[in-house]
């Protein structure tokens, strides 16, 4: 079994879209072990989006994510982090595949509806980020 943490992002919050992706990770036959709502400052959106520090997007992207609130969640599953990354979609929903959340859901490249983990060890720094160990469960 293998754990990853989703976002469902302020866009798809605002958009009441936050009932439709959780019965969705349900169906898919993920163990939801941590679910929380959250409302990041910028500082935080910027701490956990470390990695693109450098990227001309981050700016945009930070203002985005502590724009409103957001559901972050732990999933567990065999294969988790790969499996939530196909049910997402490809970053761009002009290139996700039908069926995927982020085709169903997103509204460009930045606000595309939903985040997952990309390897084990950034889905443990990431769900470290949000969770302490007693509150999954
Ligand atoms: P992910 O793993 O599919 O979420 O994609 P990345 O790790 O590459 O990027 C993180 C997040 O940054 C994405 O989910 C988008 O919200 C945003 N993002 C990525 N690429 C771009 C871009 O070219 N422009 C903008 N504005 N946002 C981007």
Redesign the pocket.
Known sequence: MQRTLAIVKPDAVANKNVGEIVSRIEREGFRIVGMRLVNLSRREAEGF?AV?RDKP?FN??TAFMSSGPAVVLCLEAEDAISKWRTV?GA?NPENADEGTLRKQFATN??R?AV??S?APETAAVEIAYFFKGVELV
Do not use: A, V
């Open positions: 989006y693109h997007f945009d992207l997402m970053t490249i930045e595309n985040h997952g990309d």
